[in-house]
């Protein structure tokens, strides 16, 4: 029950982000003396930082050495290590992704399957890079798909969306 409470407030978040965003323009491009205003894109040492899994025992470092982001997610099973790029969808949504990270299953979309069989499953090749969506010091993944677009990111953890939620330093 909780997942689902969760995932309708994310839901219910991001509509009220869009309307807000689609209402700043609006109201900037009434006013043509105002400024326009800026993305509200938040800085990216704030993604830096110790994220926990809720649900499961994975934990996430971000750190910047130089102008560069890297992770080291840890399971319970494996460590990995590697570069993470920040990004900004055209509709305003965040995204860090983890580069480098096999998914662990992925047999293809089979909403188009002409074109995937005359490929055997075995021989998809497997996705490669983990996106996370970030909302104020929250990373979520989409773990796994369905039926249509079967795929599991990490088998470690059998929840379909893994959230991630940033340590507060304590002063």
Not at 65 to 72: A, Q, V
Not at 121 to 142: N, W
Request: proline share 2%; charged share 25%.
């Amino acid at each position: 029950m909780n997942k689902n409470l969760f995932f309708t407030f994310l839901s219910v978040y991001f509509v009220l982000v869009s309307c807000n965003q689609k209402t700043e323009k609006t109201s900037s491009n009434e006013n043509s003396k105002e400024a326009p205003v800026s993305s509200q894109l938040p800085l990216k040492d704030e993604i830096e930082g110790t994220y926990y899994a809720h649900g499961c025992t994975i934990s996430l470092i971000i750190s910047k050495i130089k102008t560069d982001y890297n992770y080291i997610l840890k399971t319970s099973i494996r460590t990995l290590k590697g570069k993470a790029n920040y990004t900004q969808n055209s509709s305003g949504e965040k995204y860090l992704v983890l580069e480098g990270i096999q998914w662990d299953e992925y047999e293809g979309d089979i909403s188009n399957e002409e074109e995937n069989d005359s490929i055997p499953r075995k021989e998809l090749e497997i996705p490669v890079g983990i996106d996370a969506l970030y909302v104020k010091d929250t990373l979520a993944i989409q773990n796994y798909g369905n039926a249509m677009n079967s795929y599991t990111k990490i088998s470690e953890c059998g929840e379909k969306y893994i959230q991630l939620i940033k340590k507060r330093k304590s002063n």
